[in-house]
């Protein structure tokens, strides 16, 4: 009786042992699967880095292009070699962007107070915006990124502003991503713009005083372009801690990154660590949640 028993006490084990390595393997696979879920949010065929979820993705994110002439100086090159790899920077930046589902990069290239520099420099970065712009109109097209430059313009060398009216009528139908370059740009330029454009329709009697809100004195603001809410995310490399006249109204509930790392070192890492941060933050408003 005792060996039959025993007999039955092996066939069992027998036939149940692969089903439970097959259980065990699928719960295995199950942890398995969670582990990468918390390394990588998917959505649709594109995954998102570990730690970031797409629905904590900002929208709009602004970018302070600083460190481009330090960086030259420490690696012994010219200040237009810094200023040709910040370019270079802010088109795999836009790259990233659009990739990881971000709709909307402003980036501020050249502001009002800038004309103060020395004039070489100057006139090299005119060139260079020149250059690489007409260098990207086929790549801009192929990606469907639409490309807008903003900012008073009155002093922009004419075949600069040549190039800019081309490559803004050559993008201007595509929705899906739009690249932002904020060129001889000031915030209080661009907010007195508008209260003079406000004033002026009040003069010809197409508005009252009722009429004036926060929706139509944007709408006059230069940006009203990006047809999308103000930056969610603004960054500022290399170490300073101040937004330099850029996008004074845009700007007011605003998330603010600042790195100290100089822009052309400004990697996809780097920029993970920002939205990592930024995605981290409650965002109120003013309002208690």
């Not at 719960?27 to 390394?39: R, T």
């Not at 904590?56 to 810094?82: C, E, F, Y």
């Not at 192929?142 to 313009?153: A, D, F, M, P």
């Not at 370059?181 to 454009?197: E, H, P, Q, T, V």
Request: charged residues 30%; glycine residues 4%.
């Amino acid at each position: 009786m005792l060996s039959v028993l025993c007999f039955f006490r092996s066939l069992l084990s027998l036939l149940l042992l692969p089903c439970l390595r097959k259980c065990f393997r699928a719960k295995e696979s199950l942890k398995d699967e969670k582990e990468n879920d918390e390394e990588t949010y998917v959505a649709g065929e594109k995954e998102l880095p570990k730690g970031l979820r797409r629905e904590l993705m900002p929208r709009h994110v602004s970018v302070i292009m600083d460190g481009n002439r330090r960086w030259a100086k420490q690696a012994g090159l010219l200040t237009s070699q810094g200023h040709e790899a910040g370019a270079k920077r802010l088109i795999e930046f836009a790259e990233l962007c659009f990739e990881l589902g971000i709709e909307t990069v402003s980036a501020f290239a050249f502001s009002t107070e800038n004309w103060g520099r020395h004039k070489i420099e100057v006139k090299c970065l005119m060139s260079l915006i020149q250059r690489y712009l007409k260098s990207k109109i086929q790549y801009f097209q192929s990606e469907e990124i639409r490309v807008s430059v903003i900012g008073n313009l009155a002093k922009i060398p004419k075949s600069l502003l040549r190039i800019i009216k081309e490559i803004e009528e050559a993008t201007k139908c595509y929705k899906k991503k739009h690249l932002i370059l904020a060129i001889d740009y000031s915030g209080r330029f661009d907010i007195l713009r508008a209260c003079k454009s406000i004033v002026k329709k009040s003069e010809q009697g197409l508005i009252r005083e009722e009429d004036v809100d926060e929706t139509m004195f944007e709408r006059e603001l230069l940006t009203k372009c990006t047809e999308l809410p103000s930056p969610d995310l603004l960054i500022r490399t290399s170490g300073e801690q101040r937004i330099s006249n850029f996008f004074l109204w845009q700007l007011a509930y605003t998330e603010l990154f600042f790195s100290p790392v100089l822009w052309p070192d400004f990697d996809k890492e780097k920029f993970l660590e920002a939205l990592v941060s930024y995605q981290r933050r409650e965002r109120r408003f003013g309002c208690r949640v």
